[in-house]
């Protein structure tokens, strides 16, 4: 099998077998929803697991950041975190076991999370660190969003572009390859600096979209891209999209480096990035809402009926959304 993310279809094969028995689980595994939900009585427990393992750089960072987008595209502010570190044998100094934990305590402390427990050990016949996030959050149980949530004449909101994860990711991973290409190391500092600005936590863009009212349903586009993540959505939600190409913002260090390595914009990591599914009559309101808080967000599509499919649609060309097997990050690796 490619490396990433399981094929949808076989994924939902396997979580069709399994039943759930357990009637507080509100909305358990299932494709293109971000995070589980748990019935707490008064109101909902949501809880995310994901692993960093593109990053090698700050995967401190990148952890806390990814688990909380999933908690925040459920309409839920992150809370708690609980982290497991599985370390090289070979590579493992002390040095590098605090700087991980150092980088995860300066992202708790920034977004105002608890981290309160998890696990760590030295791995055996393991190439480099792998750090697993879970990260919890409690929501009243009318403030929940969904990715499944997406009805027909909805307007589909992109904010800040594409892929600011993937930006920082290429000038980290290869600093080298891009310097001998005759990149500056200024360009290269401004590239890796995506990770914290425009940065790839969805945290705030998130709670002002939420604040201004009329979303269906939000979702966090990773793996796989921007493509992927509309696919999830309209999965989930049982629709299909039109969607403007020319609306989507690609930042120009996106193009440079997504083009000295091959790599499709559309199917690469894309965290730092929120798909916002909204009521039309509030769209215009989200957009402003976002600008005043110096955060990019434009309309790059519609919601449509299911059968007629998803598609990007430039002027009278039309053509399929495609599906990335595999992130296009993996062709740097």
């Not at 094969?13 to 357990?22: A, M, Q």
């Not at 995967?59 to 309409?75: E, K």
């Not at 798909?275 to 005043?292: F, K, N, R, T, Y």
């Not at 919601?303 to 399929?320: A, P, T």
Request: hydrophobic content about 40%; proline content about 5%; some cysteine.
């Amino acid at each position: 099998m490619p490396v990433g993310k399981l094929d949808p279809d076989l994924l939902e094969s396997l979580l069709t077998s399994y039943h759930i028995d357990d009637p507080t689980v509100i909305i358990g595994p299932k494709v293109g929803e971000d995070a589980a939900v748990i019935d707490l009585g008064d109101s909902y427990l949501v809880a995310k697991t994901d692993p960093i393992t593109f990053a090698n750089d700050e995967i401190g960072w990148y952890l806390v950041c990814v688990n909380g987008n999933d908690i925040a595209t459920m309409g839920v502010v992150p809370r708690w975190l609980l982290v497991t570190l599985l370390l090289p044998e070979s590579k493992t100094t002390e040095k590098l076991v605090r700087d991980i934990f150092s980088q995860i305590i300066t992202a708790c402390k920034h977004f105002n999370i608890t981290l309160c427990g998890g696990h760590t050990e030295i791995t055996h016949d393991l190439g480099r660190s792998i750090i697993v996030g879970q990260m919890l959050g409690q929501v009243e149980k009318d403030k929940l969003i969904t990715s499944s949530g997406a009805q027909v004449g909805d307007d589909i909101l992109l904010t800040k572009g594409i892929a600011v994860e993937a930006v920082s990711l290429i000038a980290r991973e290869r600093e080298e390859t891009l310097l001998n290409r005759n990149y500056s190391p200024e360009y290269i500092a401004r590239a890796r600096g995506y990770l914290r600005e425009p940065g790839i936590s969805v945290l705030k863009d998130a709670i002002i979209a939420k604040r201004v009212g009329g979303i269906h349903a939000m979702h966090d586009p990773t793996e796989g891209g921007l493509a992927t993540g509309l696919h999830e959505i309209a999965r989930c939600s049982q629709v299909g999209m039109e969607v403007w190409p020319e609306k989507i913002h690609i930042f120009p260090e996106c193009r440079d480096l997504c083009g000295e390595f091959g790599i499709d914009p559309m199917g690469v990591i894309a965290s730092g990035g929120l798909l916002i599914v909204s009521d039309p009559s509030h769209c215009g309101e989200i957009i402003e809402a976002l600008a005043q808080e110096g955060i990019h967000c434009s309309a790059i599509g519609r919601v449509i009926e299911k059968e007629r499919g998803l598609f990007f649609q430039k002027g009278s060309q039309k053509h399929s959304i495609p599906i990335f097997e595999t992130d296009e990050i993996t062709k740097i690796f």
